[in-house]
């Protein structure tokens, strides 16, 4: 009995969690900015931003920019509609499925989470520039999806 108890407490928690009901629909639509840490004017740690919209019900479009910060301010970047299932969608950007990046889409926040079957492929990223992370969301409006890398966007 007590086994029972504890086995719907935890599934009771994990509907939960994500703090979106399962029984509403959640957009993940807006911008998400990590920002670094800054020390003597260079920033030192990881900094991205995140533009993400709701297509339809389970797809989005989304770009993507993750910068590893000083010294060698390694980056990556992407920009792809992906499979969206009420606050989760999962991208793997490589060849294969080696690797993974998982995005946890709550209503103030995205947790970005990696996944790698080789470590040393990064994912397609340069060395180091992947990480996990959360971005804090800095706006619900619809953004202008495109190429983040190539116009520069470091937050």
Known sequence: ???LFLLSALFFSQSFSSGNSPSDFFDPTGTYILKGEVTRNKVTSH????????I????????????????????GSFLDTISYDNGTARCYPGKDSSCMI??????????????????????????????????????????????????????
């Not at 900094?47 to 709701?54: A, D, K, N, Y």
């Not at 339809?56 to 010294?71: H, L, M, Q, V």
């Not at 103030?108 to 804090?136: D, H, M, W």
Request: charged fraction near 20%; proline fraction near 5%.
């Open 56 to 75: 339809d019900s389970d797809r989005i479009a989304i770009c993507f920019y993750i910068n590893k910060g000083y010294p060698g301010y390694e980056s």
């Open 102 to 155: 998982l995005f946890y889409f709550y209503q103030k926040r995205l947790e970005l989470r990696t996944s790698y079957s080789q470590p040393n492929i990064c994912c397609g990223f340069a060395k180091g520039a992947l990480t996990s992370a959360v971005f804090k969301k800095a706006s619900a409006d619809k953004p202008i999806i495109q190429d983040l890398s190539v116009h520069g966007v470091a937050p």
């Open 1 to 3: 009995m007590r086994s």
């Open 47 to 54: 900094s991205g931003e995140i533009r993400v919209q709701l």
